[in-house]
């Protein structure tokens, strides 16, 4: 769901490196796209915040860089500024500004070309000017945990200006040796300190000050500069230490140190071959895209997007979304908020929190289906994080409970406002099962999965309410954003019902607590079913008062369609039609998170026509930075999903939508090509996971129908598959044709070992 407007009437509240990993195998049979078919480009500079600037990151502190000839601006983030505490949301901070101010501002300029090349997670830069070229070369360093930025020319001493640093909390900037400094401290006690420290080949620099007092550094006719720019607080993911940990200060210290004595050679080796260990997991084809949208630049190909089909701009849209999610969210930091890292204001919209209805969930929906299982774990770990904090706002509002449950804002101090969402938590812990379901890893789910999806079913047996006749149904629900508070909303009782199956095969799986887990079980049982209303909709409430001429952006009661697996076109067909007519009544057009979400419906109902009508609305080029709540969703010119405005849960569900079109296995059994659209007859695709920790090394169709196919078994046991047209094997296997619904196989499987179809 988008998150809520503060209005009033709601104010009531390139070098192919490798190294040992396990995915080593993975990242040398992968097949990136060609180079320029995963890179966004711009023949001017950048004039807005978040319509035309490319973002940059590694997970903890990201930029994003304008380009611009006379004056480069870059802004700054790191992911741990935040206001507030555990009594009061706050907000995620803007960090600072980044400023270099070039001499010889009245030439002219020629030959401009601002590229993100998603293949390497680099930014370049290229112009001339005065007969002279010049290249920019930024990257955003996980390893190393800086953002590294290199100044060139063909000409030597080309490179004279001012480089100027900015507090977007005020704080006066200082020059130690050749480091610009800023520090600062939060109302809340958090401290922060950002440095960029310059090296300068030949040419000379000195001390200046601006006319506020805060000091700059001249450069006169350098050869090359490089910048190594990094940021910290002294914020600590840990409750028990109050949230604090390591200054700033010396942890910058330690970085820079480390990252001085590195060439800037060594420095992008290890950017690019941590990066694509990741990145060069998954590859997509979609088809041929002629030259003459091929090389045009980003925001013009969108721009003719609908006019002309551009299967590679929507294969790049796709990696763009795994690009975005690897910048803002790797192991050991924080998860994607509503921005994903990138901000550039103190009062940013929704505070650019962790809403808990749909935003933090969707932006991990991408994770384990396109083979970024590392990334999903700092939203695991917010999760953990959280718990004790919850537990004491939870008891206050539900007095006698166990376990505990959240409102729908969040911060990263636990800290929460607005209403309270319930079934928030339980939604939490479908991320805690999928990450199981994809790795198959017991010892996580034992050691820390298990206890928190046990202790929020513990809440939601203490919570629900029994009738008389024993059902069970959340009381007082709300089905987000829109509707009545009352007994038993489908999208509650569809939360629960998906908490009380996981716990379960959590439970059957680990071997333990069969009394609890047979209680469970009972419960689950007696839910309140989904109902199928008068006019053959799925029902959004339990009175059957669903308007056919209502085109809400939400459809928060087909939750068990997606992301949940309670609603199946094989398994359950009767409420996948029930769901399809809902979903019709509401409408294409929409939010672009909305839209987003509605890809993967129509995936999951696997009416690829359908969902291809949404990702091409969805792929609409918007501008401006206004808000629109219903249907003024899009993409902006850099790429960046339109709510509006910027909100990156619509880039993340956008990937999301894709894969399932391609491949689902949420019903145990891999479904290949399950809502390919007419338009992408011929493709490949390689790389995606799988539930039961398959991945698909290989998926190669033409004229809609599968020709290759290669999946490797990560973890052993049996796997069933469903394929649309038949295929050979040197296995013997035994096929059902299944109604229309496709060839359906069934093997044993060993570990490490691809299993290879082929027509």
Known sequence: ????????????????????????????????????????????????????????????????????????????????????????????????????????????????????????????????????????????????????????ASKKGAFSGIVSLKDQHGSRVSVSGNQLIFKGTLPNGLTYQATASLKIENGTSKIVTDEKGNSQLKIDHADVVTILLTGATNYLNVREKNWKGEEPESRIQKILAEVSTKPYSVLMARHIADYQNLFNRVSLTLGSTPNSNRLLPTHLRLKNYKDAPDHGLEALIFQYGRYLLISSSRKGGLPANLQGLWNESNNPPWGSDYHSNINIQMNYWLAEPTNLSECQIPYLDYINSMREVSKISTQKQYPGVRGWTVKTENNIF???????????????????????????????LRNFAYPIIKEISEFWDDHLKRRPDGTLVSPLGWSPQHGPTEDGVTHDQQIVYDLFTNYIESADILKIDKAYRDHILDLKNHLLKPKIGKWGQLQEWETDRDDPKDNHRHVSHLFGLHPGREISTITTPELAKAAKVSLLARGDASTGWSMAWKINFWARLQDGDHAYVILKNFMTPVGGSGMDYNNGGGIYANLFCAHPPFQIDGNFGYTAGVSEMLFQSQTGELQFLPALPKEWANGNIQGLKARGDFEITNLEWKNGKIVKLSIKSLSGGNCTIRIPNNLKSILKLKNTNNSGSGYRYSFKTEIGKVYNFSA
């Open 1 to 152: 769901m988008f998150p809520f407007l503060k209005c009033a009437v709601f104010s009531l509240c390139l070098l192919g490196l490798c190294f040992s990993s396990p995915h080593l195998l993975a990242q040398k049979k992968s097949k990136p796209n060609a180079i320029d078919d995963l890179k966004l480009w711009d023949d001017q500079p950048a004039k807005t915040w978040m319509t035309e600037a490319y973002p940059i990151g590694n997970g903890r502190i990201g930029g994003m860089v304008f380009g611009g000839v006379d004056q480069e601006h870059i802004q700054f983030n790191d992911n741990s500024l935040w206001s507030g505490d555990e009594n009061d949301r706050g907000a995620y901070q803007a960090f600072g500004d980044l400023f270099i101010d070039f001499d010889n501002k009245e030439s002219s300029f020629t030959n401009y070309r601002r590229t993100l090349d998603l293949g390497k997670s680099v930014q370049q830069i290229s112009f001339t000017k005065n007969n002279v070229d010049y290249k920019r070369e930024y990257f955003c360093s996980f390893p190393d945990k800086v953002m590294v930025l290199r100044y060139t």
């Open 414 to 444: 636990g800290g929460q406002s607005f209403l309270w969402n319930t079934p928030g938590s339980a939604w939490y812990a479908q991320a805690l099962w999928e990450h199981y379901a994809f790795t198959k890893d017991t010892k996580y």
